[in-house]
């Protein structure tokens, strides 16, 4: 079985081997069996060399002249990503954002399992979005650790964002995804992800100002 390296893998690779999976996971319920470097790194875009490369941090995949095994090499790198098991995610902040967020099948069906949901608004505590019960955000500790939470999802205002992290923080999460429009300070055994809507839009009209084509 292939081992993966012990060399610091760069976040585009992370980000391309999820490019991968979907890829794979299209092909497999389109009943390929096999796929080569070259024909997958077409579909996406990409070179032969980039996936060859990509791959390579992680072991060998695959035989000379007759590619990759579709179905092994999804599995392969779903253990990679680690979506063989079930992470218990917090959602913090059930405002659009956040209704939308628990509203998102995917989640579930990769293994992200929205345990929790928090908010601050006696309005909202107490009610229930998609079957979970609305929790005070001040018991985050306590239900953290009993619900046994590994990630937790920040979909506050921004003036509120940082200490609404620290608090999380605090109650023993060490992965965050952030949806507030502004960059969290955090210790460094937290990984921390951010999603700026704003600035993919910017990224966008900076392609359609500049007449940026991609290939």
Known sequence: MSKPTNKKISESTIHRLSIYYRALVTLEN????????????KREKLTPAQVRKDLSFFGSFG??????????LRNRIAEILGLTRL????????GNIGSALVSYKEFAK???????????????IGSNHKGIKVSDFKDIA????????????????????QATADEVVAAGVKAILNFAPINLKLPAHVILRSQNMCIELEH????????????
């Open 63 to 72: 035989t000379r002249g007759l590619g990759y095994p579709v179905a092994e």
């Open 142 to 161: 306590k239900l953290v650790a009993s619900e046994k939470i590994d990630m937790a999802i920040i979909a506050v205002p921004a003036h509120t964002a």
């Open 110 to 124: 990769q293994g992200f399992n929205i345990k929790l949901i928090f908010d601050n608004d006696q309005r909202k």
């Open 30 to 41: 389109e009943h390929y069996k096999t796929i080569s470097s070259k024909e997958l790194a």
């Open 204 to 215: 966008l009209a900076f392609a359609m100002t500049n007449d940026v084509i991609s290939d």
């Open 87 to 94: 992470w218990n995610v917090a959602l913090i902040g059930v």
